[in-house]
């Protein structure tokens, strides 16, 4: 099948098809990801949780992100990939943004990069856009502002943080986005910004009434059980199976029973 772009997702949006997203950190669960058919697979900067053990996703380095969206790349034959620009490296003035920016797309070959924030960072978002490169925006619950906000309590509850998230996402419209990931906020308020922008919106735990919706791949698999918030449905208990797995395995070292005849020369 051919391969997804900034102006099919568009196209599905106008059409009121919905749009699946979900993150992958490495080769192998890129293309697992991409042949079960998702349209977007996105190097999520919570591989510094997910991947590195760290309690948020501030620490992941722009080297680290790099790392692993080459390595995600190298598995994608049909999804649209997008990157994680990871905290200090855009939000300092536009220049080094740019800078960053252009890093991740020479070294992972990459589609395109997201980052969060709305008005603070627009100069960047724009000149960025202007170097010809795709950027998805990302409002509500902003994890590389969790030092701002003091918790991962449901975002933008209140009118005045409610209109400036409406404000920020025709903004980062305006200025040439191709989509936004609006994260846990209320379901009303996620739909009118979807209904209000021409381009795709996509959510996570933001409601139906949006145009995507985007999980952490090993929390819906059940790879990682220690993040249960509401909006998570778990699909497997991958997490279940390897520990299965894995008991037997260590069973049978113990006992000698692997190697049999058979897995020996
Ligand atoms: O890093 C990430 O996984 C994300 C998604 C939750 C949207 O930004
Ligand atoms: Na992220």
Redesign the pocket.
């Known amino acids: 099948s051919r391969r997804v772009t900034t102006q099919r997702l568009l196209e599905m949006k106008q059409r009121g098809e919905k749009i699946s997203m979900l993150?992958a950190y490495d080769y192998t669960m890129g293309t697992i990801v991409d042949r079960a058919g998702v349209d977007i697979i996105?190097v999520?900067?919570?591989a510094s949780n997910v991947m590195c053990g760290n309690i948020t996703?501030l620490p992941i380095t722009l080297d680290q992100m790099i790392f692993l969206a080459k390595s995600v790349v190298r598995g994608v034959n049909r999804a649209l990939v997008v990157i994680?620009m990871p905290f200090g490296s855009y939000q300092g003035n536009s220049k080094e943004a740019l800078a960053s920016a252009i890093r991740i797309m020479k070294e992972t070959h990459g589609d395109c990069l997201k980052v969060e924030g709305g008005e603070e960072i627009l100069e960047s978002v724009k000149r960025i856009l202007s170097a010809g490169i795709p950027v998805m925006g990302?409002l509500g619950l902003m994890p590389q502002s969790i030092n701002k906000y003091g918790s991962y309590a449901v975002r933008a509850k209140d009118d005045s943080e409610a209109d400036k998230l409406i404000r920020d996402a025709h903004l980062l419209e305006e200025a040439g986005c191709f989509g936004i990931?609006l994260?846990k906020i209320p379901a009303k308020l996620a739909q009118r910004v979807a209904d209000e922008l021409t381009i795709p919106v996509i959510g996570?735990g933001a409601g139906g009434g949006v145009d995507g919706q985007?999980l952490?791949l090993h929390d819906m698999v059940g790879l990682n059980q220690d993040f249960s918030p509401r909006f998570l449905r778990r699909y497997a208990n991958i997490q279940g199976i390897m520990n299965e797995a894995i008991g037997h395995y260590v069973e049978d070292v113990k006992s000698g029973d692997f190697p049999n005849e058979k897995e020996q020369y």
Request: charged letters at 25%; hydrophobic letters at 40%; a negative charge.
């Open positions: 993150t996105l999520g900067d919570s996703t994680d990302h990931v994260e996570i985007v952490v």
